[in-house]
Structure formats: C-alpha cells, structure tokens
C-alpha cells in the first residue's frame, strides 16, 4: 500500500496533488484522455505568498475552478487562451475563402496584435468588455467599416469557443447599432441630369473622350467594376447583343491576377444590349490594340483593356480615371460635381431604373442582387420629386383610362379584357408623353 503523501507541512496530498523541486504545487487532470497540469506556490487560500513570487490562486483553488468547468462540460483548456489564440484558432478553420477575406483577416490580425485586447484571456471577455473593445477602437480613430470587419472575425470566433464547449456565452452576440457610430458615407447614385453632364463633359473632352465609352457602359448596365474587367471577346455576343457574365477579375495586393465566381450565385447573369450600349461595345472592340500580347488568367483571354504591360486592367485603374476626370470637370465648372466611382455608376443605374418604374424581380436580375431586399432598399431613396412624378403619372393614366372608355363605350370586366385595356393605357401614356419605356 503506498504511503500517504504529505508537504512540509504534513498536510496529506489529495490525487493528483504533488510537489515540484522548486516548492511549488502542481495538480495533475486529464481531458479526453489528456493529461493537463495547473500549478500554485500556495496549496490553500490561508497560505502565505512566499516573497518575490506573483500573486496567484491556490492550488486547491484551481482544482475547484476545475471541477466547475468540467462539471459544466466546459473545456479548461480555454482558460488560459487568449483572444489572439482564439481567433488563431478559427481562422485555421476557414479554408477555400476569397484572396479578399484573406486579406481581411490578415487586417485583423495586425489590429489585435497590436491591441492589448487579443492578448486578454478568452474566457475573460465578458460582453461588456467586447463592447468597450468596439466603443475605444471608434474614439481612436477607426471607422464603422473597419470595426464591422474585426467584429466579422471575433463573433464568428468566440462562437466557435462556445461550440466548443469552452465558454458558455458569445460575448460579441450583441447587434453592433446603438454601441458604435456609423461614420460610412453612404454611395449616392447621381442625378439623372447630372450623369448626362458628366458624360458630354467627358465625350467632348479631349483628354478623357478615350474614356467615354466605358464610362458609358458602366452608367447604363449597372455592372460591377470587377465582371466589367473581367469581360472578354467572347463573354460579348455581338451578333445576339448579350453581356455574358459569369466571372470577375480580380488582382490581389501582391500583385497576383486571379477569375473569381461573381459576387453571388445570382451574379451570374446575362444582360441585354440596348442599341447604345452596343454601339459602345462595338467601339471599344474595334479600337482595342491588336499589338499588346494576349495575356492567359486561369484559363482567360481576350480581355478588352490591357495596360501598357500587356495585363488587364483592373477596377483600379477605372476608379483612378473617374477621380482625374471629376476632378478635371470641378476644375472647369462652378457648379462641382459630386464624387463619382464605378459603383456610383451601378448605384445611379439602379435609381433610374427605379425611377422608371421597372419591375423590382427584372431590376434585381439586371443588377445581379441575391435578395430582393437589396433591390428593395433602392426604391426607399426615391424622394419628394419622384412621389409627385408618380402621382401626375396616376393621374394621368386615370385621364387616359377614361378617353378608352370613353371610344370603346366598355369597361373591363375580365382579367383578359383588363390586360388589353391596360396596353391602350400605357400607349396613349406614351404618346402622350413621347418618351420610351425601355420596353418596361
């Protein structure tokens, strides 16, 4: 029978208790079938802190901490990971994503590693403490943006923590409206008018007309910069006048050109041509160098713009051609005008579709929306003016409604008889008004 071990106090060691060499106490446990060692300079509470030594909890303390945690189900590996670990850990788990959200998340590495916050205990965190975590990164300096793609890796991580089994509650579960300030700006579409300014101001002008086309293209299809970049001669069926897109270039920050899927699986669309917009395709093919090399993306070629390296050019050098020549137009004219990028281009195509009452099903397809909401959200811009159109537009649709009744002596009395009298309404509307409807 073993004897009963004891300190030098001749307090009997419980299982798993035991002295080191250097005095100090360590407590042996096993999870999952590992073993794991906690350890103290003071086996009780009453125990004294022998001199020079950190402050710490006993060792029986500990075991106590212990027994709760493994009671609960919960890991106590997780007691002594830190934040940093912890987001280590999850991105460890994120395999196959984009070179965009790599890029993110090495954004929030240099973040925490430079915060005291990601070398805090995980289990530490109280929702609190995440709170003021958010609340101090804002007063620093840091935009809504910014916090949001920190907050996109540190939820989803202490999540994994309580799956886990090593912490009870997500303490970064809480909405992000009403603890932080949204400082983005939203994108503006501009004016309809403004648009046609923009473009004449670019068309007649002699640095920025070799431009124009796209810039065309871009105001009047509502494509994202990235599948615009990524079209190639064949993605551009000029005999049926389709846009295919099925693919976005992008170029990562070290350099490397990649084809990504669209932003969505509805993304993945194709777009019809008007006949201006086939017109500016046609320009564009017909002035495309034929002396640069046809550089190969992953299976890719024939892209419409190259740059004087022969690559082809990207939404950076589309965003940098509409700052130059905005800021040329502001140089040049009183009245300025507002920022324009390539997604304000989108953003502008989608109001005026809106404007133009097209069905919210056929906008969201053109605009390669997944939800509908995304689509939706754009009709809730429409203001004053746009609600005074609508009512003369009712008005006078009920004035014509009358006038066919009026010639044909009936009124509707079926859903076919409706239909037809709804295609004499919206003819007289559009004689009288004399515009077209975009076959809306």
């Known amino acids: 029978m073993a004897s009963t071990r004891r300190d030098s106090k001749h307090r009997v060691l419980r299982k798993g208790e035991s002295i080191r060499a250097n005095g100090k106490y360590q407590f042996k446990y096993h999870v999952d079938g590992k073993p794991h060692f906690v350890y103290s300079w003071r086996l009780e509470p009453t125990d004294s802190q022998p001199a020079g030594k950190a402050p710490c909890l006993s060792l029986r303390e500990l075991e106590k901490q212990i027994g709760k945690d ?15 670990e912890l987001v280590e850990r999850y991105l460890k788990t994120r395999t196959g ?15 925490l590693k430079n915060k005291e916050f990601g070398s805090r205990k995980m289990c530490s965190v109280k929702t609190s403490d995440a709170k003021l975590f958010l609340i101090k990164m804002q007063q620093d300096g840091k935009g809504s943006s910014t916090i949001k793609t920190v907050r996109g890796v540190l939820r989803p991580a202490f999540q994994m923590a309580v799956d886990d089994d090593m912490i009870v509650k997500n303490p970064f579960g809480f909405q992000l409206a009403g603890v932080i300030q949204n400082t983005e700006k939203t994108r503006q579409a501009i004016t309809k008018e403004q648009m046609k300014k923009f473009l004449k101001f670019v068309h007649d002008d002699n640095i920025y007309c070799k431009y124009y086309e796209t810039f065309y293209i871009l105001f009047h299809t509502g494509m994202r910069i990235s599948e615009f970049c990524g079209l190639t001669l064949k993605d551009i069926d000029m005999k049926n006048r389709v846009i295919d897109i099925n693919h976005q270039l992008q170029r990562t920050s070290w350099g490397e050109y990649i084809i990504e899927p669209t932003k969505t699986n509805a993304g993945t669309r194709k777009l ?5 917009v086939f017109q500016m395709f046609q320009a564009i093919i017909e002035d495309r160098p034929t002396d640069l090399p046809e550089i190969m993306v992953q299976g890719y070629a024939g892209f419409l713009f190259r740059d004087k390296n022969g690559m082809p050019e990207v939404a950076m050098h589309w965003e940098h051609r509409f700052n130059h020549a905005v800021k040329r137009y502001n140089d040049i004219f009183k009245v300025q005008m507002p920022n324009i990028t390539p997604h304000v281009c989108r953003h502008t195509y989608c109001s005026n579709m809106a404007r133009a009452r097209m069905n919210p099903k056929t906008l969201q397809y053109l605009m390669g929306h997944s939800d509908i909401s995304v689509t939706m959200n754009v009709y809730t811009h429409l203001g004053f ?16 409604k009358k006038e066919v009744e009026k010639v044909t002596g009936e009124k509707p009395r079926s859903e076919e008889h409706t239909s037809e009298l709804q295609s004499h309404l919206n003819f007289i509307y559009k004689m009288r008004k004399g515009v077209a409807f975009y076959g809306l």
Do not use: C, W
Request: zero cysteines; aromatic letters at 4%; charged letters at 30%.
């Open 70 to 84: 493994l009671d609960s189900q919960l890991d106590p590996m997780g007691k002594n990971m830190t934040v940093m």
């Open 97 to 111: 994503v984009r070179p965009n959200t790599l890029m993110n998340y090495g954004f929030v590495r240099n973040i």
């Open 272 to 276: 019809p041509m008007t006949d201006d």
């Open 385 to 400: 003016d746009d609600a005074k159109d609508e009512m003369i537009r009712l008005e006078e649709l009920e004035a014509a």
